[in-house]
């Protein structure tokens, strides 16, 4: 099994990776199907108008998550890593204005929003709860090409047809191409101690097969600016964020506090929580706000490994350039592996698989930086994952906000125990992280569809808006 490090880490913008990044990325999919020969169609017939219905968690709170709104991004062309926030506006007020998009190297094509964009709650697709159907038509109204596309969670996206390949590969992981393809935390380990390697050399011997090591280094640095950088934005931010729930942004005004607190040399016993918590609201609330952020897995999860990375660097003086590729490596390693075997979606089995995996690939990642040995690791992934299960998914109003913003705070604190537990012990535990993970999954199947990502049970439910 081999998920690049840059499959789990991708820079993007908020409010939702499954529900903004994914059908946005679906929509230029789309396109570039249209722009292909790769379809057939009558001698002359020629696409002039598009339609595209939302289904399952996408329909039911893509309001909240601005799907809508990435689905006319994407269909001008715009896409999650070099869309510019500040621009977002202007694009969607000209297409609603004309009822047309034109993506560059296309024509222009008819498309109402109103009209040309459904919210289908009544037929959830087979595949995934996150299901889209995209259609382009003639000047007549006849239906010539139809792609269905599902949104997997954190940002990736894929057709039907790949979706079932996908599920029967899962049987032949081992068969991937690259010198440690471990598909379960069991190989991992299998595989380090036969190699004598970390975690990390691991995954970097996995990833120097489709790049140089400059290339690798030179992305990670990529993916820890982008995710730093949102912390700054963060903690600048001020005010109301979108969505009508009224929730304030609170960074600024704790990371000012928590400063004077600090130059003052204040006595403060709950120190770390209050480091990790704001840079992890930081975050959540550029997500909240759709800002620029990068997966991790997940944008509604993006703030937990940003969080315990930049509190790390603060309070270990030594922390390096190299510390930051090995936290990342290690985080992706773990991350890879949940994902394989069991979902990073909120819509599939709710938020363990959102923040509680955020929390186990943090906490492995520091671990690491810990020198924490392979099992150790393991150790510290399954500690923040255990104690995360049957965790929901709830937001209230279908928006990234309450309860996401401080779950993050929460799951970053999470994994600085896991890890710290996990460190002094001597990585033989209880309960194995790929049990743990086949819980979650089974526990994520047994879930009632209220629970994922749908807002219709949980807090969403029981919580007025006013
Ligand atoms: S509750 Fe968790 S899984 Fe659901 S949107 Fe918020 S962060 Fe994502």
């Not at 003052?264 to 609201?281: G, T």
């Amino acid at each position: 099994m081999f998920l690049s490090v840059f499959d789990i880490f991708k820079i993007g913008i908020g409010p939702s990776s499954s529900h903004t990044m994914g059908p946005m990325s679906a929509a230029n999919r789309f396109l570039k199907v249209i722009r292909s020969d790769d379809w057939p169609r009558p001698g002359g017939a020629h696409i002039a108008q598009l339609k595209v219905s939302l289904h399952g968690s996408l329909a039911f709170t893509g309001v909240g998550h601005g799907t809508g709104r990435a689905v006319i991004l994407g269909l001008t062309g715009e896409e999650p890593h070099s869309v510019e926030p500040d621009r977002i506006d202007a694009v969607i007020d000209a297409v609603e204005r004309t009822g047309l998009v034109r993506p560059p190297g296309h024509p222009a094509y008819e498309f109402q929003p109103k009209t040309n964009l459904i919210y289908d709650k009544k037929q959830p697709l087979p595949g995934h709860a996150n299901g889209m159907t995209f259609q382009g038509f003639d000047r007549d109204g006849r239906l010539l090409l139809k792609r269905i596309y599902y949104s997997i969670g954190g940002g990736f996206v894929i057709t039907d047809t790949e979706l079932e390949a996908m599920r029967g590969q899962k049987k032949n992981a081992s068969e991937e191409r690259v010198p440690y393809p471990f598909a379960s935390a069991r190989e991992m380990l299998d595989m380090a101690r036969g190699a004598g390697l970390s975690i990390a050399a691991l995954k970097r011997v996995n990833e120097e097969t489709k790049m140089s090591r400059a290339e690798l280094d030179a992305g990670l640095d990529r993916i820890w600016d982008a995710m730093n950088g949102c912390i700054d934005r963060g903690l600048q931010g001020e005010g109301i964020l979108p969505g009508g729930l009224k929730v304030r942004r609170r960074a600024r005004a704790l990371h000012e506090s928590l400063e004077a607190e600090w130059r003052s040399n204040r006595p403060n016993p709950v120190l770390a929580n209050d480091w990790l918590s704001v840079y992890a609201m930081a975050v959540n609330e550029e997500n909240a706000g759709g800002g620029r952020v990068v997966t991790a897995p997940t944008n509604g999860a993006a703030g937990v490994i940003p969080a315990t990375l930049r509190y790390f660097k603060r309070f270990y003086e030594a922390a390096s350039r190299e510390d930051i590729h090995t936290f990342l490596l290690t985080a992706a390693a773990i991350g890879g592996i949940i994902k394989h075997n069991a979902s990073i979606s909120g819509a599939e089995v709710g938020c363990q698989g959102e923040v509680g995996s955020a929390s186990a690939m943090a906490a492995a990642g520091l671990a690491a930086v810990m020198d924490g040995s392979p099992e150790q690791i393991e150790n510290a992934a399954e500690i923040a994952l255990e104690h995360h299960l049957g965790m929901t998914c709830d937001p209230i109003a279908g928006l990234v906000q309450v309860p996401c913003i401080e779950r993050n705070a929460l799951g970053a604190v999470k994994a600085v125990t896991a890890a710290s537990l996990a460190i002094k012990g001597d990585g033989t535990h209880f309960v194995p992280l790929d049990a743990c993970i086949e819980t979650m999954r089974q526990t994520g199947d047994d879930m009632s569809e209220k629970y994922k990502e749908t807002s219709i049970g949980g807090l969403a439910a029981n919580v007025v808006e006013c």
